[in-house]
């Protein structure tokens, strides 16, 4: 079967500073992956390219076989790392704005979701707190049916009972043949839910290996292996 | 019964061992229907996958059943339930007796200790 997402000898240079240097990447339908690394290791401009933010200065990345544009936004759903929403907005418009915009928009899961995380459709988003705004970013993005949800640090701003929901809420919404793909340095709180975990230091992949292979050959957590592996 | 994880094993036997513990307890009783594969990963915030890793080691030992249409049961048969249940308590007995030969007692001394604490019936 085509990857969701497949980089070939993927490089991306800002100036003189190279970002990803040379990748080679495969990852497959149905999972969930964590992309781990340290501040400024090539996370968000791996995220980036896949979205088209950001064009490669070589090599070529692939979502399910297909260079990134129109085609390949609508299989994405993805969490930015800044917001982008509009402040005056309310939750209901966004939701209105969303269900317009993509075809897989689930109007009935979003508003579940703000039900159990107590958000009122009628607040507009800069009458609310960092964290509040950014659960409302999560549940926009988590109630497309995607075929791959790219979330950059998706739990940063939140406090660690909201956490848990998060992650409850990727667990039981994403597509069940879709896949996950959450950057952060918040390892041990999401090694749980990942199948596996790419490793990325300066622009290159480090290792990939899943979290119970991990466990299992180190006798150590993934966060664990990271804090060695990436040790200051 | 909240479904405890350590983060130094392997995520799928701690969860075999968890729902093997359900099952001994009646949490999940002989014969009964266990909840979707989704519904377990999310009450114990694991990977399905992971979760479904699980089910099947559980299903190749015969302590789960898989229908081809209405999902996994619990197996009927008690015997079974009951043997499994055996080697889940002699290899934690067994891991015990290697941590009290670590600190350096004898398997007499260890049983008059066991014997000592149930009589004060503090267990």
């Known amino acids: 079967m085509t990857p969701i997402l497949e980089c070939r000898g993927l490089t991306k240079k800002y100036g003189r500073k190279t970002a990803l240097d040379n990748i080679d ?27 088209e933010l950001l064009t490669p200065t070589s ?3 692939f979502i399910e076989g297909l260079e990134p544009g129109v085609e390949t936004k609508k299989k994405i759903s993805y969490l930015p790392e800044r917001t982008y929403l509009n402040d005056w907005m309310k939750v209901h418009q966004l939701i209105g704005f969303f269900s317009d915009f993509y075809e897989d928009f689930n109007k009935e899961k979003a508003y579940d979701m703000l039900k159990s995380l107590n958000i009122n459709p009628g607040d507009p988003l800069k009458s609310m707190s960092k964290g509040t705004k950014e659960k409302v970013q999560l549940i926009l993005v988590m109630s497309r049916e995607a075929d791959l949800y790219l ?21 039981s919404n994403y597509k069940e043949d879709g896949t996950v793909i959450i950057s952060t340095h918040l390892i041990s709180e999401i090694e749980n839910i990942l199948d596996y975990v790419i490793f990325i230091n300066q622009g290159k992949i480090h290792l990939t290996a899943s979290v119970d292979e991990i466990r299992s050959d180190k006798g150590k957590s993934v966060d664990a292996l ?6 200051c | 019964m909240s479904w405890e994880l350590k983060n130094d094993r392997p995520i799928y036997i701690q969860l075999i061992e968890q729902i093997q513990l ?11 229907r266990l909840p979707s594969v989704r519904d377990m990963a999310q009450e114990a915030a ?3 996958n992971t979760m479904q890793r699980a089910l099947a080691r559980l299903e190749e030992d015969g302590l789960v059943i898989t229908h081809r249409t209405s999902g996994r049961t619990v197996t009927e048969d008690e015997k079974m339930i009951e043997k499994a249940k055996t080697q889940l308590a002699k290899e934690q007995i067994m891991e015990f007796l290697e ?15 066991i014997q000592n604490i149930t009589e004060e019936g503090n267990v």
Do not use: C, H
Request: proline residues 6%.
């Open chain 2, 46 to 48: 694991v990977n399905p």
């Open chain 1, 226 to 231: 990271f804090r060695e592996v990436f040790k």
């Open chain 1, 25 to 51: 990447l495969k990852v497959e339908r149905g999972q969930i992956v964590g992309l781990l690394g340290p501040n400024g290791s090539g996370k968000s401009t791996l995220i980036k390219l896949a979205n």
């Open chain 1, 59 to 61: 090599g070529q990345i």
């Open chain 2, 22 to 32: 359900r099952i001994f307890s009646g949490v999940y009783p002989a014969g009964s």
């Open chain 1, 151 to 171: 979330l950059d640090e998706p739990i940063g701003g939140v406090d660690p009972a909201a956490r848990d929901y998060i992650l409850r809420t990727i667990l």
């Open chain 2, 99 to 113: 941590k009290m030969k670590m600190m350096g007692l004898e398997r007499k001394e260890v049983l008059s200790i």
